[in-house]
């Protein structure tokens, strides 16, 4: 367990003398290091000395006692600053802007990360009522990044933790038992997931402490009266190791002697159905060296001095524990015929297992940077793990860490940076975030160095790199939305942005090729540019198409405003033909509205298969109801005086179902075009009627006839895009 030492502990208040701990400090560190902690703590003393936290010492008090705890775990400076000045903001004014200024942006940032973890609560209280909280789940997600980011974010929070348990016999019985709850819930479980032994043992015998009084008192009696016997016996134990050990030819060990937690003695207890004094393992010896090799060298010495009890051997070194924790374990029938319990490790081991993961993680003397991606991968997964323990399949806590997790993906840097992004972000989408000129030079990724494509979905724990190009060239597939190179609104704006800035005519002159291509391959005719110019609120047709070259302007819009344009050009044409007043517009089953008469029979006319978001009129057959066509179908052109008296006013109705239409692709020959075709079809979910397909020998063409199945203009206009992509296709558009 981790205490606080006399030489600098009021004996009454039990509080910290500051200048008696600063020269101890100043004992153990380098000047300017004891400079800096000095600076912080002049720092929490003009702004915390006056505010008490809710355990009722001063801010003060508090950063003292958490530093304190962190300085015996040999943490660097900069976790030291954090935790003295962490509890003034937590609860006085000051701010991160004064840390930044003051101190450093780093320790700002370490007292971020530490106020973003207590969203933690929000995962032990009644979630039901919060989980629809967009600003909490954002919480959440920023805890999740400063912990991933820096560990030692959560070594300040469980030093914190643990002083306020040290602390909590001046609350009362009800507080008391809410913050073991969640010591026992959250913060044990996250140290032993992540191998933080010496934390872990002290929070779980803080939290038995008030959650299970009476039990507690008892263990913790029966372990006191043996206290005096227990301490010689290790003595003679450590001693003939001792000896063996020189004998044996092992040199720089080191061995201590050390009585089972109490929490870890009510668990075996419990376990073993037995009482304290069926506990003969309630001592234990730890002996540290300086090799593998030496590890296994002392535990053949210390089985030659005692017999081993084969069923209590572990070899966590071979096979170690999924926190990464590591030790030779074994139990020998000693002196006295008393079990003990003995613990082999190296020195290295030995840290590993009081910081976990989180000794890989701290900052040496001498500097250096955080650990590279594959300790990063291994850090989130033991968090991730984590969190799958604590929230549990079918609770409320599960639902909601589920929702947390459900929109985000958490990829790094080649520098094991972690970029937060939405899930279904693409390479392209994490290139824009890094930087926009590393997006518009974007011209492939990699993914754990294998190359990928730009559409590819990006997954939490990917390394991403990007492979760019000198100069930046940003393709307008980018932001065809049927491509999938795109996921985040910010890429789009990027793109979008950059394409504005080109040069005007450039533009103007793709935005006209844009138009034409679309209103060609959908074969719409008789649309005006300044028509459409004017629709979307600009002052002249170039304008307009320049927009539409820039991006700002989006085909979806495009074909929107056309099919309103059209659909209005048609009834001014009808009233002509027809001028009488239609009233009480009925809605046909097959989706069609039909002015001035009740529901009638509709067919789609096999002559122009109009679909919605095209142009139509209906035409009074003898005996089969009402004939629907396009309204520029030649049959409909060219039909009599006679004939147009039968003309009647009918547009498009909410009801959509799936329309026949006729399309041309055309490609150069090449295998598998036929297959390619039909397999993105049916990936669209796109039936096919008919298909023929001519070869023309001379030009070394195909020329494909397909009639396909859709549901409006714009299904049209996305299949159209993905057949595009396809190799070798040259064109593809809308037959008459």
């Not at 505010?51 to 006692?65: A, M, Y």
């Not at 399949?393 to 990829?411: H, N, Q």
Request: aromatic share 6%; hydrophobic share 35%; proline share 4%.
């Amino acid at each position: 367990m981790v205490k606080l030492r006399e030489n600098y502990q009021n004996e009454a208040t039990g509080f910290i003398e500051p200048e008696i701990w600063l020269r101890h400090i100043g004992d153990k560190r380098k000047p300017h290091e004891h400079a800096l902690i000095r600076q912080a703590y002049s720092l929490a003393q003009l702004s915390g000395s006056q505010h008490p936290t809710f355990t009722g010492e001063s801010c003060l008090q508090q950063g003292l006692g958490i530093a304190d705890i962190l300085d015996q775990l040999e943490l660097d400076v900069e976790t030291i600053i954090a935790a003295l000045i962490f509890p003034s903001v937590q609860y006085s004014d000051l701010s991160l802007d004064d840390i930044e200024e003051q101190l450093t942006t780093k320790v700002a940032n370490l007292v971020d990360g530490v106020i973003h973890m207590d969203a933690i609560r929000t995962l032990h209280s009644q979630t039901a009522q919060l989980s629809h909280h967009r600003s909490q789940l954002d919480n959440l997600r920023k805890m999740l990044l400063a912990m991933v980011e820096d560990v030692r974010v959560v070594l300040i929070k469980l030093a914190e933790r643990t002083l306020v348990m040290r602390r909590a016999n001046v609350l009362g019985p009800t507080k008391q038992k809410e913050i073991a709850q969640e010591i026992n819930d959250i913060y044990a479980p996250l140290a032993n997931r992540l191998g933080i032994g010496q934390l872990k043992w002290e929070l779980e015998d803080l939290a038995f402490r008030y959650l299970e009084v009476d039990t507690y008192k008892k263990i913790a009696s029966s372990v006191d009266q043996k206290r005096v016997d227990r301490e010689k016996y290790i003595s003679e134990v450590i001693s003939e190791i001792k000896i063996a050990l020189a004998k044996a030819g092992i040199h720089n060990f080191k061995i201590t002697g050390r009585a089972k937690h109490i929490y870890s003695i009510y668990r075996k207890m419990q376990r073993k159905e037995v009482g304290f004094n069926k506990i003969y393992d309630a001592s234990a010896v730890r002996i540290l060296v300086p090799s593998i090799e030496n590890c296994y060298a002392a535990l053949g010495v210390v089985h030659s001095l005692w017999p081993p009890i084969p069923e209590e051997f572990d070899d966590y070194v071979a096979h170690p524990k999924p926190n990464g924790y590591r030790s030779l374990h074994t139990a020998v029938v000693g002196p006295q015929q008393k079990n003990v319990e003995v613990q082999i490790r190296t020195h290295a081991m030995h840290q590993e297992s009081e910081l976990g993961v989180a000794a890989h993680w701290i900052y040496k003397e001498g500097g250096g940077t955080p650990s590279s991606y594959d300790q990063k991968i291994a850090w989130l997964r033991q968090i991730l793990e984590w969190q799958k323990e604590l929230s549990g399949s079918d609770s409320e806590l599960g639902r909601l860490e589920a929702k947390i997790f459900e929109d985000r993906v958490y990829v790094f840097t080649p520098n094991s940076e972690i970029i937060d992004l939405p899930i279904g972000s693409t390479p392209l989408d994490f290139a824009y975030n890094i930087h926009t000129q590393i997006g518009h030079r974007c011209r492939g990724a990699k993914i754990d160095g294998h190359i990928v494509p730009l559409t590819y979905e990006l997954k939490t724990g990917d390394r991403v790199e990007i492979l760019t190009a000198k100069h930046p060239n940003p393709s307008r597939d980018w932001l065809n939305p049927n491509l999938h190179y795109l996921k985040t609104n910010r890429a789009k704006a990027k793109i979008h942005h950059w394409f504005k800035q080109q040069d005007y005519d450039k533009n103007r002159h793709e935005g006209h090729e844009i138009l034409m291509r679309e209103l060609r391959r959908l074969n719409v005719e008789n649309i005006k540019v300044e028509e459409l110019a004017e629709k979307f609120s600009h002052k002249s047709a170039d304008d307009f198409l320049a927009a539409i070259g820039a991006g700002d302007i989006r085909i979806g819009q495009l074909l929107h405003v056309i099919e309103s344009i059209e659909q209005n050009q048609q009834q001014q044409e009808i009233t002509e033909i027809l001028p009488t007043k239609r009233e009480f517009p009925r809605q046909a089953p097959s989706g069609i509205t039909v002015e001035g008469v009740g529901n009638l029979l509709t067919t789609v006319a096999k002559c122009c298969n109009p679909i919605p978001g095209d142009p139509i009129i209906g035409y009074i057959t003898q005996g089969r109801g009402v004939s629907i066509h396009r309204q520029d179908c030649l049959n409909i052109l060219s039909a009599g005086d006679r004939y147009k008296e039968r003309l009647i006013d009918i547009h498009w109705g909410e009801q959509r179902s799936q329309y026949p239409v006729d399309i041309f692709v055309k490609a150069y020959d090449r295998y598998g075009l036929v297959r390619d075709i039909t397999t993105l079809l049916a990936h669209e979910k796109i039936n096919i009627n008919v298909l023929t397909s001519t070869i023309d020998k001379q030009e070394h063409t195909a020329h494909i006839n397909l009639t396909i199945e859709i549901p409006d203009l714009n299904a049209l206009s996305r299949i159209f895009d993905r057949i595009m992509q396809l190799s070798n296709v040259i064109s593809v558009e809308r037959q008459k």
